[in-house]
């Protein structure tokens, strides 16, 4: 829920700054919220216990475990990033508040791939990438 309220507030900042239509925003919603919507709906874990013990399907089972491994990573960064932010900003609605607010969601993408190289580094040291 934290990342359709993040991509909402990226959106709306968008248009305003910008006077453009936000299609990336509007596309990160959207993949959020059909994540959101398949995690919540479907037991993972059992499926993917199942999944791995099956030759031919292994390598989907393995793909969707990355995905949310993945997200998981994002939503960790999102929850740290904005927790430092909030300590540290000025007081809302001050001159340098949307300022903060915008180098700490810049901030956000470079640490969420340096996070994720890491774990694919962690794969072909495994053997499990390509």
Sequence with gaps: ?????????????????SRRPPLLAIRMILAAAAGLLLFRAFPWLRIARWSLRRKHLRNIALYFLFIAHFLRIFLEEILSLFRAWRLAAPHRWRARWWGSLARAAASLFPRTLRRAERFYAALLVKGLAQ
């Design 1 to 17: 829920m934290g990342i359709l309220i993040f991509a909402a507030v990226l959106a709306a900042a968008e248009f305003l700054l």
